[in-house]
Structures are given as structure tokens and as C-alpha cells.
């Protein structure tokens, strides 16, 4: 690796790249931006990039880059605009860089997470659904080129660094030597002791009003409905190589405790903090190293108190729907995202009432697990199967 790595941030306007931003501008010695990609708000885009001196952006299209050129306000040289899908997957295998922050959200993140991956890059993932849909194709990659993955999924990041990796990062085919059990802390969200008949008239003000942490719109409504949690269990199961039955997950509102590792003598390890993504974010970007992030201190008096309790798969019906799916293989994993996807999508725009996410993923399962799934031997044949289930579940209980 280079003196200086050279890091791109794939959607870099969202939460995580702001807070990758943040990190990286905190440490010039060791770290500098080269590329920069976002799917709209090219303001943000062209104010970023100029605060960061980044050599090139990635915008989705001919309009986008006209808004860039014209909010662009920083000092010349104007970074290099490149524009469309195929931009941001070569963007993301490009030799300039060392360091990729896969942080696009969706599905959609998947083709660039992937050639990044087949680039043998160092790969920080945020992007959770591109694991979802495509864990074995996404982790051979990983293993053929040695590329370094490292999860910045706060949960994910804390079982990295609570397992005896011994200072590599790695795609595991076996789980660690001498571990029982991962579990994974849930917040519970803010419907966790909601009255379920009350759910039907949430808004999307409401199921996006998290009680501990500021994140994108639409994984704060997978975390009121936990289908979050749901996808994270998936992506733990790759991550880890650990089989669904050894994958607990454990409501634990202070967000405090971000996950933990249960070993076979009965140790438990857990990673502590507050909950700020630049945390996980600064260890990766950092590994093996420890960089400051501008994180606070962990006031442990001033929390007096770390709760935990059994997930109510009653109430939190799509967290039952993402174990079924991970135990039904693959197919299920890319119906389960895809209809999520489409839901959250529908309920954020008033188009569909929120106890509908749950049914309309139920509905995308049932319907794949009646067709003949056909091979998931390369990344179209996941994006097939991703755009039938899209279409399919586009249709159900819409407003
Ligand atoms: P966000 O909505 O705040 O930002 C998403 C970014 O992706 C933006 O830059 C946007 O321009 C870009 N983008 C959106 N659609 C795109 C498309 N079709 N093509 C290309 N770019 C596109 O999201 P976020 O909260 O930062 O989450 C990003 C990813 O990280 C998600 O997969 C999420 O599950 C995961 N994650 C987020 C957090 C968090 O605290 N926010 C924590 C853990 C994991
Ligand atoms: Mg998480």
C-alpha cells in the first residue's frame, strides 16, 4: 500500500461517505480522497470534492455532470467528471486507489462493491445489501483477487475486532477456531414498544425518527421494521462464515454494546462505544492501526444502565422473514432484498402504509420459492432475479 492511501467513496454524499469524509479529512498524513461518487444532490457533490481535492467524480448521468460543472465553486483544477454505471464500477477497480468505501445504498451498490472486490482493493462495507444479494459471488471475489474486506457495519465491525483474526482481513470458509456463537445488538428501533395496532398510520417522519442513531432514510426504516437487523444476520452468515443457527440477535436499546463474540470456554467479548459511525469507519480505514475519529468519550456512568431482551418476532415480523430467507439460500436472500427495496421505497413516498413492508416481502418469498430458480453463477443473473422480484413486488398493495 502507498504512503498515502488514496481512498474513493462510493456515495459519498449519504451518511457513511459524510462520515468517511470527516474521518479521512482529520488525518492528511496518511490518507487523501481520489474519487467521489453521489447518485443526485451534485451540490453537496461539487462542495465536497472541492474540500477535499479530489482528482475525479462519479455522477449517474449527462444531466448530473451539468450540475456539477455548474455548482462547482472550488478552485481549479475542476476534478475529472466521469459519468454512468459502468464509470463507477471501472472507478472502483482503478489502479490510483488503494482504499474503496463502498457506501451506495441498495442493490444498486453491488456491481461497483464487486469490481472493487475483483480488484484486489482494500474494501471498507457499509453497503450491506450487496452481500445480501450476492455473499458467494461477493466473498470468492474477495478470496481470488486478496482483496482486504473490512465490514464498517457498526455490528460487523465489532465482531471483527472482538474475533482472533490476528491482524488479517479476510473471506473465512470456516467459522474462527474456538468461537460459539456471534451476537448481534439490535436498537429495537423507534417501535419497539409501540402498540401493534398503532403501526398501520406510521409516517415516514415517524419510522425514520431513530433513537440513537442519525443514518440514510432508508436503513432507518429497515431499522424500525429490523429488517435491518434481518439483512445484517445475512451479512454476518458471509462475512463470518457462520451458519444461521450460531446467529443471535439480541435487543439492546442504548446501542452501547455493538455486538459480540461468544467463545467455546464461555468467554463472551463485546465492542463498546458511542454510537457514531466514525468509529468502525477510522479502525478500517486505519487497520491495523488505531486513528483518532473525533468520536467522544464513552461516558459509562452517565448511560448507568446496558439492557438487553429477546427480539419479538411477533412484532418485528420482517426479522423472521430474513432468517427464513438466509435458510432458504440465495434466491430467497435477493427476493428478500429486492421487495424491501421496493417497499421502503413505496412507504417512503406515501405510496404504501407501513405494516405493508412485512407483507410485500412476505408475498416476493412465497412467490420465488414457487418459480424455478435458475443458477446465480455471475452478477447478471443476480440482477436478473433482482429486477423480476422488483417487478413482481412493484405490484402489490400500492396506494
Ligand atoms: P444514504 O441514503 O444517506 O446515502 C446513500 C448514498 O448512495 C448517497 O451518496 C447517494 O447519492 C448514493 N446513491 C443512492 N442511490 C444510488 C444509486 N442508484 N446509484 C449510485 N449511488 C446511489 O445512505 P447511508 O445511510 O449512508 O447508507 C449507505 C449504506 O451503508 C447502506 O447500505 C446502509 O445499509 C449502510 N449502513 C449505513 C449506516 C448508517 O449509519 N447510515 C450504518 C451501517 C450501514
Ligand atoms: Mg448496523
Not at 148 to 172: K, M, T, V, W
Not at 208 to 217: E, F, I, L, Q, V
Not at 283 to 290: I, S
Request: net charge negative; proline share 7%; charged share 20%.
Amino acid at each position: 500500500m502507498n504512503a498515502i492511501q488514496r481512498v474513493v467513496v462510493l456515495g459519498a454524499t449519504g451518511s457513511i461517505g459524510v462520515s468517511t469524509l470527516d474521518v479521512i479529512a482529520r488525518h492528511p498524513e496518511r490518507l487523501s480522497v481520489y474519487a467521489l461518487s453521489a447518485n443526485s444532490r451534485m451540490e453537496s457533490l461539487a462542495a465536497q470534492a472541492a474540500a477535499c481535492g479530489a482528482a475525479v467524480v462519479v455522477v449517474p448521468d449527462d444531466a448530473a455532470a451539468a450540475r456539477f460543472r455548474q455548482a462547482w465553486r472550488g478552485p481549479a483544477p475542476m476534478p475529472q467528471v466521469r459519468v454512468g454505471a459502468q464509470a463507477l464500477a471501472e472507478t472502483a477497480a482503478d489502479p490510483a486507489c488503494d482504499t474503496v468505501v463502498a457506501a451506495i445504498v441498495g442493490a444498486a451498490g453491488l456491481p461497483s462493491a464487486l469490481a472493487a472486490a475483483r480488484a484486489g482493493k482494500r474494501l471498507l462495507l457499509a453497503n450491506k445489501e450487496a452481500l445480501v444479494a450476492a455473499g458467494p459471488l461477493f466473498m470468492q471475489a474477495v478470496r481470488d483477487s486478496g482483496a482486504e474486506l473490512l465490514p464498517i457495519d457498526s455490528e460487523h465491525n465489532a465482531i471483527f475486532q472482538c474475533l482472533p483474526h490476528g491482524g488479517r482481513a479476510s473471506a473465512p470458509t470456516e467459522p474462527a477456531a474456538g468461537v460459539r456463537r456471534l451476537l448481534l445488538t439490535a436498537s429495537g428501533g423507534p417501535f419497539r414498544r409501540a402498540d401493534p395496532a398503532d403501526l398501520d398510520a406510521v409516517t415516514p417522519a415517524q419510522a425514520c425518527a431513530h433513537p440513537n442513531w442519525s443514518m440514510g432514510r432508508k436503513i432507518s426504516v429497515d431499522s424500525a421494521t429490523m429488517v435491518n437487523k434481518g439483512l445484517e444476520v445475512i451479512e454476518a452468515h458471509w462475512l463470518f462464515a457462520m451458519p444461521p443457527e450460531r446467529i443471535e440477535v439480541v435487543v439492546h436499546p442504548q446501542s452501547v454494546v455493538h455486538s459480540l463474540v461468544e467463545y467455546e470456554d464461555g468467554s463472551v467479548l463485546a465492542q463498546l462505544g458511542q454510537p457514531d459511525m466514525r468509529t468502525p469507519i477510522a479502525y478500517a480505514l486505519g487497520f491495523p492501526d488505531r486513528l483518532a475519529s473525533g468520536v467522544g468519550l464513552l461516558d459509562l456512568a452517565r448511560v448507568g444502565r446496558l439492557d438487553f431482551e429477546a427480539p419479538d418476532l411477533e412484532r418485528f415480523p420482517c426479522l423472521r422473514l430474513a432468517f427464513d430467507a438466509l435458510r432458504a439460500g440465495q434466491p430467497a436472500c435477493i427476493a428478500l432484498n429486492a421487495a424491501n427495496e421496493v417497499a421502503v421505497d413505496a412507504f417512503l413516498s406515501g405510496r404504501l402504509p407501513y405494516t405493508w413492508i412485512a407483507r410485500v416481502i412476505g408475498a416476493a418469498l412465497e412467490w420465488q420459492a414457487g418459480r424455478s430458480s435458475g443458477t446465480l453463477a455471475d452478477l447478471n443473473d443476480v440482477l436478473a432475479l433482482d429486477a423480476d422480484v422488483r417487478a413482481y413486488a412493484g405490484n402489490l398493495g400500492l396506494a
